[in-house]
């Protein structure tokens, strides 16, 4: 068979098949239009076309500088966002702080004033009920002598009035004021003797004859109980005693019985 009859199975002369064009492009992904979202995204990229790139040909990565300069400055941007969030959480912590302690401040203010408030009252509460006390002890009413005997008592007695109560007891027996007063008089009056007058805080006056001796002077403030002298026998007096009286409204009012009038007051004569 010769040469030029068989053409077997290659292609008629002049009929060569095109050759193909096998192009090396980027995968999209690096392509210089393409752009990097972040550094994270860049690598995601790579590792997910690497297989393709490792199976041909080397091929080098083409970026611009403005890829480039884009890619740093998002995860410069990543970063001061980190940053600026750590930041703001930290200026929220610090006002949340603040806020607390401003809270726990306001609580300890109220706390104290309640405190003195409640110590305040308490105070108050002490102070007036001393006062109460002190009161009661001002006004309270005591008798007049300790020891005695009952002699004469207040009425008509040889034509006239007794204005008052004879309690007999030895020379230099104590005296006492039969509640809080003032002293008005002490001096010695001929008939009564050496004599004490005393008004007492509701106005009423007592009166203290023939005493032997007197241990207080005009103007003295008594206390109920406190000693003014001692009985004895001055003036017009027959027996060592005290002739006692009481007058109810001041020093010019008329005399009244003065075993009823304490027995009123809850003492015994």
């Known amino acids: 068979m010769s040469s030029r009859s068989y053409a077997g199975r290659h292609a008629a002369p002049g009929r060569h098949r095109a050759q193909r064009v096998y192009s090396r492009s980027l995968p999209r ?3 210089p ?3 990097l979202p972040s ?8 590792a997910t076309t690497g297989a393709s790139v490792a199976g041909s040909a080397p091929v080098a990565l083409q970026t611009s500088p403005v890829d480039l300069a884009l890619a740093k400055s998002q995860v410069s941007e990543s970063r001061d966002d980190t940053a600026a969030l750590a930041e703001r959480r ?6 949340e702080a ?5 809270q726990q401040e306001a609580e300890r203010v109220a706390r104290e004033k309640e405190r003195q408030a409640l110590a305040e ?3 108050a509460e002490a102070k007036k009920k001393a006062e109460e006390e002190a009161r009661q002890a001002a006004q309270r009413w005591v008798a007049p002598i300790g020891k005695y005997k009952y002699t004469s008592g207040f009425g008509g007695r040889w034509g006239r009035l007794h204005a008052g109560a004879d309690l007999a007891a030895p020379i230099g027996t104590p005296l006492y004021a039969v509640s809080s007063g003032t002293v008005i008089k002490a001096a010695d009056t001929g008939s009564c003797g050496n004599n004490v007058w005393i008004e007492q805080w509701d106005g009423s006056v007592s009166r203290y004859c023939h005493m032997d001796y007197m241990s ?6 008594v206390a109920p109980g406190e000693k003014i002298g001692g009985t004895g026998n001055t003036g017009r007096s027959y027996g060592p005693h005290v002739h006692f009286e009481i007058r109810t409204r001041g020093e010019n009012s008329e005399p009244v019985d003065p075993v009823a009038w304490l027995g009123s007051k809850g003492i015994g004569l």
């Not at 930290?90 to 006002?95: L, V």
């Not at 603040?98 to 401003?102: F, K, S, T």
């Open 90 to 95: 930290s200026a929220t912590t610090d006002q």
């Open 121 to 123: 009252k308490k105070a």
């Open 33 to 35: 239009q393409f752009v």
């Open 29 to 31: 992904a690096l392509s």
């Open 39 to 46: 550094a994270a995204a860049a690598a995601l990229v790579l």
């Open 216 to 221: 207080v002077s005009v103007g003295q403030r």
């Open 98 to 102: 603040l806020l607390q302690g401003r």
